[in-house]
């Protein structure tokens, strides 16, 4: 059984930066793609940033440059540098993977930017 777990979300004031936290348990190989995604209240679920098993990173427009995305193999864990951060970037913030051709999700960690 996969398991994903985000932390690190919170409330910030615009300009300043957080850092997210996707810890995976239940995977065997150390080395597995995954993709943050975010959902503001009454909208869709959009993609932020991926990392591929190769390294290869890609990001939504909205965030490029203002958004950091990597991972520690050794700790089974992806992070996502979010600095910058507007209004608009205020949604709750979730790691995706798929392994043995499943799809896996974890719980989410909200974002809230504010003054």
């Known amino acids: 059984q996969v398991q994903l777990v985000e932390s690190g979300g919170g409330l910030v004031q615009p300009g300043g930066s957080l850092r997210l936290s996707c810890a995976a348990s239940?995977?065997?190989?150390?080395?597995?793609?995954v993709t943050w995604y975010r959902q503001a209240p009454g909208k869709q679920r959009d993609l932020v940033a991926s990392i591929s098993t190769s390294g290869t990173t890609n990001y939504a427009d909205s965030v490029k440059g203002r958004f950091t995305i990597s991972r520690d193999n050794a700790k089974n864990t992806v992070f996502l540098e979010m600095n910058s951060l507007k209004p608009e970037d205020t949604a709750v913030y979730y790691c995706h993977t798929i392994v043995g051709g499943r799809s896996w999700w974890g719980q989410g960690t909200q974002v809230t930017v504010s003054s």
């Open positions: 239940g995977i065997i190989d150390s080395i597995y793609p």
